[in-house]
DNA sequence: GCTTGAACCTCAAGTGGCTTGAGGGCGTAG
DNA sequence: CTACGCCCTCAAGCCACTTGAGGTTCAAGC
């Protein structure tokens, strides 16, 4: 199949396989006159990517991922990819919450407190205030 | 102040400094045989920016925060855009535990499903599964 | 056989918010 | 006068693509 064929059947852009093929996350198809031909494993292989980057693995953890499948690593290697990902997304989720406490209690402040003042005396502004 | 003396002050690194003058968030100081000297307003200003960078306001919310500050517009405008700020903090933090939520499933799956089969035949990388 | 239009090709630059590095200039203390 | 630290500019790198320019190939209709 042609590159957009591929694509449309992947759910990606054309581009976008052309940049995977570009830092070696997809190995160089077969070309009839100059276009790339894809067979079956390539849309595997894409899908994959498309599974990977879909649950925020970055580019090199699905590298390592496709790597895995690749070799028919144990499933404990994959789960262990998983792992640490979720520590990953929890760690960031608590930064996240962490922050929004911060300006809820900025935005509440200043409503009780700075009551119509201006910009630059706004609670919310103050250096000190909500301060890691 | 020199250029180091400010950054110091401020907290930031040196070429943060002329990295937000080259993208016209600080204004250019003076220069002293090419170098940059700068006043007081200077370190109100960075510190300004740094409060809103660490609430981790973008680059142009900040600028707008900037000039909003600078113009002595009512402290409204500033609670607008801390509340504007939290509602994509919150929306965040949503989409990450609906991520969360889903590669949990995914380990948790595998461990009661694929017992020590092969990452091709993991339940975490098949296509369908732990999708949106 | 010829034309049209869609799909394909490569290469370069832009996104955000800096950081890092190369290669040099200025200022001050000994 | 030399050594050292601080300063300067400009360019490239990070991540994961997207967008655009300018040109080539393919399939279909006449």
Do not use: W
Request: hydrophobic residues 40%; charged residues 20%; glycine residues 8%.
């Amino acid at each position: 199949m042609r590159i957009g064929v591929l694509a449309k059947a992947a759910g990606v852009s054309v581009p976008t396989i052309r940049y995977y093929e570009s830092i070696g996350l997809l190995t160089p198809p077969a070309r009839l006159g100059g276009q790339r031909i894809y067979g079956v494993e390539a849309l595997n292989a894409l899908s994959l990517i498309r599974h990977c980057r879909a649950l925020d693995f970055s580019i090199d953890e699905t590298r390592d991922i496709l790597a895995s499948v690749e070799r028919r690593l144990p499933c404990s290697d994959t789960k262990s990819f998983a792992e640490k990902h979720l520590g990953a997304i929890r760690q960031k989720i608590a930064e996240l919450r962490a922050l929004e406490a911060r300006v809820a209690s900025l935005v509440s402040g200043c409503e009780t407190t700075c009551c119509g003042s201006t910009a630059p005396d706004c609670v919310i502004l103050q250096p000190g205030c909500g301060a890691a």
